[in-house]
């Protein structure tokens, strides 16, 4: 089983970076705020060669974004109404430039399914603005509210920055 490291230091040229797929358990709360966030960041900015995509590594495919999840999203103007889960496949993977998972565990799953990926896998906190790098997102699912806000809000601060390590690179920042 390979280590994913949160912070080796990404080795992928921002511009080079047209592909991202975030990856959770189920693909119903934590990778979709993900997902909605980043299309919401780099369509504010008009980028149209930036795909933002997500996956469960135990998906149940066809499965929607969780009420509470639609819920807290709404309130920050993302929209999960029309989310669909799917599962983690060699197709997704193979395009991704870069994949940002939200546990350790999830990033050393997919490498043991997904070997070529290693390089692309990073644990999603390594684009934190506070708090330690080294831990994960904590799932809210079969939580409350706050639960759900709070790993909101620990995800937008994730891919706020993700989003300008990325438009950076393409000279939109």
Not at 70 to 82: C, I, N, P, R
Not at 85 to 112: C, Q
Not at 146 to 172: H, M, N, P, T, W
């Amino acid at each position: 089983m390979r280590a994913i490291l949160p912070f080796k230091g990404i080795n992928i040229m921002a511009n080079t970076i047209k592909h991202i797929l975030f990856v959770c358990t189920g693909n119903i709360c934590r990778s979709p705020f993900a997902e909605g966030l980043l299309k919401k960041l780099v369509q504010k900015k008009g980028v149209d060669d930036i795909v933002a995509d997500s996956a469960g590594l135990l998906a149940l495919p066809g499965n929607s974004a969780t009420g509470l999840a639609q819920k807290v999203a709404a309130e920050y103007d993302v929209d999960l109404s029309g989310h669909i889960a799917k599962s983690v496949r060699e197709a997704i993977v193979d395009r991704s430039d870069l994949i940002l998972v939200m546990e350790k565990a999830h990033g050393e799953s997919l490498l043991d399914a997904f070997p070529e990926a290693d390089g692309k896998v990073f644990l999603i906190r390594h684009f934190a603005g506070f708090g330690s790098r080294n831990r994960g997102i904590a799932d809210p699912y079969g939580l409350n509210y706050e639960a759900y806000r709070f790993c909101f809000l620990d995800i937008q601060d994730c891919v706020s920055r993700l989003a300008e390590y990325v438009l950076q690179g393409k000279g939109f920042i």
